[in-house]
């Protein structure tokens, strides 16, 4: 895709724009894709700041407007704690507590309520058997282990490979990198859920209205772009593997 964008027309006469794909293109669109991390990350940075300070219309805390969206779920199970930290703020399925950071916890503000709601909606997930989330924890042990051995594989794999033209070691290393990538896309549609539930409680509830409500859309908003971003910077480190073999296999 790169290769096509910088070669102009051209590309095209050449036959298949993805022979045309090296790992230095790969390579190319995972540093833009940084750069747009970083961008949206600043956003962010900038959108909570803001909404930090303008205040819930009856002064509640995070953890008091996260308690009524757990009780109006009708969610008795889970607890609200305080968890040190900035942007820590979780759910915990193992010890079923929504966990708030400093800046949630025992903050006035609308920003504080999105996240706080946010959090209890993965609750309300975990409560309804929300099928993505339900993926999410199972991929875990799986990614946790494939992350930490994968570029190992691959790096064994191409010296295999230099010997033998033998690729499937590679191939398993890249399926196991390939991992990360399907529990980023997972990630998706959870935290897009959560951050729909928690707009939608926050909305019937009278919690936010007008301008806050719509303060709130756009912090949840910015939060699930860098999701967005990670997913896509993890599908570029499988194409870059991807790329790596097969230049390789070009090479011999
Ligand atoms: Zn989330």
């Not at 820590?88 to 966990?99: A, E, G, K, L, Y």
């Amino acid at each position: 895709m790169i290769t096509l964008l910088q070669a102009g027309p051209a590309a095209y006469d050449t036959g298949s724009a993805f022979a045309n794909f090296t790992s230095s293109d790969a390579f190319f669109l995972i540093i833009a894709i940084a750069v747009i991390g970083f961008i949206v990350q600043a956003r962010l940075q900038s959108v909570f700041a803001k909404y930090s300070k303008v205040g819930t219309p009856d002064g509640m805390t995070g953890a008091e407007i996260a308690e009524k969206m757990l009780r109006d779920n009708n969610i008795r199970n889970v607890r609200i704690t305080h968890v040190a930290g900035h942007l820590t703020d979780h759910f915990d399925p193992r010890t079923m507590t929504v966990n708030l950071s400093d800046a949630v916890y025992s903050s006035r503000s609308i920003a504080a309520a999105a996240v706080a709601c946010h959090e209890c909606g993965h609750a309300v997930q975990h409560a309804q058997g929300y099928a993505p989330l339900q993926l999410r924890s199972q991929l875990v042990p799986i990614v946790s282990f494939s992350s930490r051995f994968a570029v190992w594989i691959i790096i064994g794999g191409l010296i295999l490979m230099a010997s033998t033209q033998n690729e499937i070691v590679c191939w398993i290393g890249i399926g196991m990198i390939a991992m990360s990538a399907v529990f980023s896309l997972v990630t998706l549609p959870v935290e897009y859920n959560a951050s729909n539930r928690a707009l939608e409680w926050l909305e019937t509830s009278r919690t936010l209205q007008g301008e806050q409500l719509a303060g709130a859309r756009v912090a949840l908003r910015w939060a699930a772009r860098t999701y967005l971003v990670a997913a896509l910077s993890a599908i570029t480190t499988v194409l870059y593997y991807i790329t790596i073999v097969t230049g390789n296999r070009r090479q011999n």
